[in-house]
């Protein structure tokens, strides 16, 4: 994962019981800092925050403990600036790190800035509004919390979300969105200002998805695209929200399909977003503002204003190209 403000690529390395956090320089590739020897968990990887201002990294492991770093630290053996056990039960299902220093652990809301913790317990979250779904009264069954806004607790349930007595999505349900059934397919928020929200496709067509702000509801921008699961990824930058094909500008407040749906992106930096071709798998390149795509010889699996990383997801070894 990079570090865009600090300037370093930090990644999870070692086996055998002795995985380890270090970061490394970009420029020189000088490693900077390591951690103390942490637990390794199936599926475990960093996550890049924002707290009071300062960047750091993020990440979960032995259950439900979260260990938190200052990106910008030096020196062997660095200790975390903030280490808890998160209180909630059960298998982890949700972890969710959003750009503003907070962290979802399945129901649990983790604030990193001061360590406090809110669970949302079942049946202690509302989502009022009638469902358009007809055999649905209420949006309230099963709903749970997807994030934490500016405006409060992001709560989604069958076919509907809303900030807790701010605004509901009955309220901004896109107009080209087919009205019968159920209205929202899912919803997260990724850095606590906006809302990136699946509604369904129009008829015979794709799926819309909307970039709404997070104080009003207001729909920001739309698009549709064809995406097979949900699970955004944020830039290093926190310009960026990108997900399959799908790519959410939340500075300019545009939403974008990559190549009509063709690209799967790795990585979206300076306004063009990298990946692979759904067809036949081949790095590509695309300009956000024109569209047009270009073959290139690889595709960078995370990348910022500073440096490109290659190869990242093995654990096994990456290259890095800076950038000037």
């Known amino acids: 994962m990079i570090a ?5 690529v930090v990644y999870l390395s070692g086996s055998d019981g002795a995985l380890k956090m270090y970061a490394r320089d970009v420029a020189t590739g000088e490693v900077t800092w390591s951690s103390k020897t942490v637990p390794d968990v199936k599926g475990g990887d960093v996550h890049i925050t924002m707290i009071d201002g300062r960047e750091h990294v993020v990440y979960l492991a032995g259950g439900s403990r979260l260990r938190v770093y200052d990106t910008a630290a030096r020196g062997a053996d660095t200790a975390p600036v903030r280490e808890m056990d998160v209180e909630t039960s059960g298998e982890i299902e949700t972890f969710l790190v959003q750009r503003n220093g907070v962290v979802m652990v399945n129901d649990t809301v983790v604030d990193l800035s001061t360590g406090e913790q809110r669970t949302f317990e079942p049946g202690s979250v509302h989502v009022p509004r009638k469902c358009r779904a007809a055999e649905l009264d209420s949006c309230d069954t099963e709903a749970s ?7 409060g607790p992001l709560v989604a349930g069958p076919g509907a979300f809303e900030i807790e007595g701010r605004w509901n999505s009955n309220d901004v349900v896109r107009s080209e969105a087919e009205r019968a059934g159920f209205p929202v397919l899912d919803v997260m928020s990724p ?4 809302v990136l929200a699946a509604w369904p ?3 015979g067509g794709s799926q819309l998805w909307g970039l709404h702000d997070a104080d009003a509801g207001d729909v920001l921008a ?9 699970e955004p990824r944020t830039s290093p930058n926190g310009r960026y929200a990108f997900n399959g094909p799908l790519v959410f500008d939340l500075h300019e407040q545009k939403a974008h399909c990559v190549d009509d749906g063709a690209v799967t992106v790795t990585a979206v930096s300076g306004g063009t977003a990298y990946g692979h071709a759904r067809k036949d798998g081949r790095a590509a390149a695309v300009p956000l503002g024109t569209g047009e795509r270009s073959d290139v010889d690889v595709a960078p699996d995370a990348a910022g204003e500073t440096a490109g990383v290659f190869g990242f997801e093995a654990r096994s070894g990456f290259s890095v190209s800076p950038r000037s």
Request: aromatic share 4%.
């Open 4 to 8: 865009e403000r600090s300037g370093r």
């Open 201 to 203: 496709p129009l008829v």
């Open 145 to 151: 919390v997807r994030g934490m806004t500016t405006a």
């Open 222 to 230: 739309v698009t549709p695209c064809e995406v097979e699961e949900f």
């Open 191 to 194: 850095d606590g200002s906006t």
